[in-house]
């Protein structure tokens, strides 16, 4: 599917479930010194190399930025693409499921802050819409919020796409 964005880019969603049947998305904290959405909440994901194909940009980068090798990941579908306003990417979302993690992940130290593991409880739980300021203009956004992070933006949008497909 086609979306507004000059730059394609692809993330991956990935989920798990934990001993307890619990549902888990995999979210990276990016680091606060980069140039471009900077401390922001995000998925593993990247820019689009030339003559790669989208799903292989999501695998790619999940393994470059938090060390989610390709192989252990099944990749059960894809997302609505979403686009960036003030960056102009075109991102789209592929869903894969991943064993529940057992080591620590090996988080890429040009990019990656924190690696942060939301249930999709907590997610639905800290669902909202709020008023932010990003470069001197004012919009509204849906937010999840889950302790002190808050998730907004593209991808609170894509957060509102998987749980709208995820049955309560």
Known sequence: MDVHGRTDSAVLVPLYQDGDGELH???TERRHD???????????GGRRD?????VDTALREAHEEI????????????????PTFVTNYAIYPFVGVIAEPEAEWILSRTEVAQ????????????????????RGIPFRT??????????????????GDLLA????
């Open 50 to 54: 030339d003559d790669e194909a989208l």
């Open 34 to 44: 980069l140039s471009r959405h900077a401390g922001e909440i995000s998925f593993p």
């Open 25 to 27: 998305a995999v979210f």
């Open 165 to 168: 497909r995820i049955p309560s």
């Open 115 to 134: 690696v942060l593991q939301f249930s999709v409880r907590a997610l639905r739980e800290g669902a909202g819409e709020r008023r932010l300021i990003r």
């Open 67 to 82: 060390g989610l090798p390709p192989g252990d990941v099944e990749v059960v579908g894809a997302l609505e693409p979403t």
């Open 142 to 159: 849906p937010t999840y919020e889950i302790g002190d992070h808050l998730i907004w933006g593209a991808t609170a949008r894509i957060v």
